[in-house]
């Protein structure tokens, strides 16, 4: 509906629009840009699909093409100036929305996602930026347990630092357009990536990209006698096929697996990876058959160590790996220094290596711009991270639920760093309310020790305690206290959901799960609410925020 109405609006207004002084300048200021995402974004509509390979022509940009597609006469120029018009519209509208804002004292914080669509036109664009043999992804964490598999590509950073990362500078400069401040999304990606193979689905055998992968002879100098075949494939014995697949252990021999020795298995090669499985059971809906599939792929990524992706004779321990059969396997001795191996490899081999690799990128991107920059710094830390954000003085991202300090288990407010941001959940967390009542005994302990408030805790959360939590956040000495909408209309039950399920954005573990959420009250509706108005405006002066 939008595209037709768009494409209306184009027809009634745009030709116009196009001569004007102002496109001309904004078309001089994007062309870099502008011109291929146009070429893009038709050949796309031409062909029906965004996997610009499966394109008839046109799979990669031609810088050759830029002239006729940007000569108003050409009928190049005449077949894309749709998406000319469009681009400039909202950039229009961002410029207003921005001006508008500064003239209210209000600043307007941008995001920087870390990665981008493997079919999107900036891979198509210059592809010599991006490893397409590969997937992006985080490693587990107590929101998925598997990992997670975001799809996109990882950065080829050797040859976007030989150019002074131009690419990163150019996305950067573009926003300082339309914002006053920005957050770097998964700001670890720039020290290193989780990259997972392309022929695996779950995130559990990626390895961190770039890293110091071991050779058999560190990995024995251990104290482990390094069995290749055995902690580099899949590991698939009898007891192992029981515990996974109970009654329906004959039935996975027989249709999964061949027979090589005593009591143990190896996949047949149609479903040696978890892709293939994956395709094997397309359109397989039945929690039978999704249970099934999901034990085949818990067999495959039974490895203890994972094959560098660059040099085959070196290793990296599988993240998680102590929660395997593989693991479970191996003598005591062996799981002690396996314990040893896994600790050094993820918590102190790497740092100074990643401290390296940042500076070559993060200083470019700081100083490209007046912005103020702060950074999604959550998950697995390594010592290294503060070390350059402290030193590029980059705000860090402080949740009271995920404390950086591994001795405690919940964050002080009051212990805050000034240079952060402080908030109660992100996008991709349950939002207070929801928080509040998965755990009872995490919530007790919160409230007793956190709030300070004897007794049972409430459940649900009522208004009056939420309103006392986010007055707490408000109060700790980060430089900005940024909280969801969610978590605002928490302090109001008139106001709030009745159903707290409904206010998540994402669900990490679930890809049918993303960007869910949509207020149930409008910005207009808020303003006329004078209960609700009152109370936030109260908390901010008491905090001495305003």
């Known amino acids: 509906a939008k595209q037709k109405y768009l494409h209306e609006i184009y027809q009634q207004e745009g030709k116009e629009m196009l001569k004007s002084k102002a496109f001309k300048q904004f078309f001089a200021d994007s062309e870099q840009w502008l011109v291929p995402y146009a070429q893009y974004c038709y050949l796309r509509d031409k062909y029906g699909k965004a996997d610009f390979s499966t394109w008839p022509d046109h799979q990669v940009w031609n810088e050759k093409e830029r002239k006729q597609l940007s000569t108003p006469s050409s009928k190049e120029y005449k077949e894309v100036e749709f998406f000319y018009f469009v681009q400039f519209v909202l950039n229009q509208q961002m410029e207003a929305v921005h001006a508008y804002a500064r003239e209210k004292g209000v600043i307007l914080k941008g995001d920087i996602p870390i990665g981008v669509n493997r079919n999107g036109c900036d ?5 010599k930026y991006f490893n397409l043999n590969g997937q ?3 490693p587990p964490d ?3 347990v598997n990992g997670q598999n975001w799809g996109f590509p990882t950065y080829n950073w050797d040859e976007m630092v030989k150019d002074g990362c131009k690419w990163w500078v150019r996305r950067f400069q573009n926003m300082n357009k339309y914002f006053d401040a920005y957050r770097i999304d998964h700001v670890l990606g720039f020290f290193r990536i989780w990259e997972i193979p392309s022929d695996a689905v779950h995130g559990l055998l990626g390895q961190f990209a770039p890293s110091l992968g071991m050779s058999r002879e560190e990995i024995e100098g251990y104290g482990l006698h390094f069995l290749e075949d055995q902690f580099t494939k899949p590991f698939i014995s009898d007891w192992i096929i029981d515990r996974v697949f109970h009654e329906r252990a004959a039935e996975v021999k027989q249709r999964f697996l061949n027979h090589t020795h005593d009591d143990i298995y190896e996949l047949k090669p149609e479903f040696s990876t978890q892709r293939k499985v994956e395709v094997a059971f397309e359109g397989k809906t039945s929690d039978a058959d999704i249970w099934l599939r999901d034990g085949l792929y818990a067999l495959i990524s039974n490895v203890l160590f994972v094959r560098d992706r660059k040099d085959p004779n070196k290793f990296h321990p599988r993240i998680s790996a ?15 220094v396996f314990n040893r191996i896994y600790n050094d490899y993820y918590y102190r081999r790497n740092n100074q290596f990643w401290y390296r690799e940042a500076m070559k990128k993060l200083p470019k991107l700081v100083q490209a711009t007046r912005m103020l920059v702060c950074a999604e710094d959550l998950g697995m830390v390594p010592d290294c991270v503060p070390w350059v954000m402290n030193n590029l003085k980059i705000l860090s991202l402080e949740l009271q639920s995920m404390p950086k300090d591994p001795h405690v288990r919940f964050g ?6 000034y240079r952060s941001v402080c908030t109660i959940s992100s996008h991709d967390m349950p939002t207070l309310r929801q928080w509040w009542d998965e755990d009872f005994e995490r919530t007790q302990a919160y409230y007793n020790s956190m ?6 805790a409430p459940h649900p959360l ?3 305690l939420a309103r006392d939590i986010v007055g707490r956040h408000l109060m700790s000495p980060s430089m900005l206290c940024i909280l969801s909408v969610q978590d605002w209309l928490a302090i109001d039950e008139k106001l709030r959901l009745a159903d707290q399920n409904a206010e998540r954005i994402n ?4 890809p049918k799960h993303y960007w869910r959420y949509r207020m149930h009250v409008s910005i207009e509706d808020l303003m006329q609410n004078t209960d609700f108005r009152e109370n936030v405006t109260e908390l901010v002066c008491q905090s001495g925020r305003e």
């Open 123 to 127: 891979v198509w664009m210059e592809p």
């Open 136 to 138: 992006a992804g985080a």
């Open 142 to 144: 107590d929101f998925s």
């Open 322 to 336: 102590q929660f395997d059969f593989t693991y479970e396997a191996l003598y005591d001795s062996d799981k002690a």
């Open 412 to 417: 002080y407010l009051g212990s805050n760093p």
């Open 451 to 456: 709030l300070y408030r004897g007794g049972a």
């Open 462 to 464: 009522p208004g009056w």
């Open 507 to 510: 669900i990490p573990a679930n």
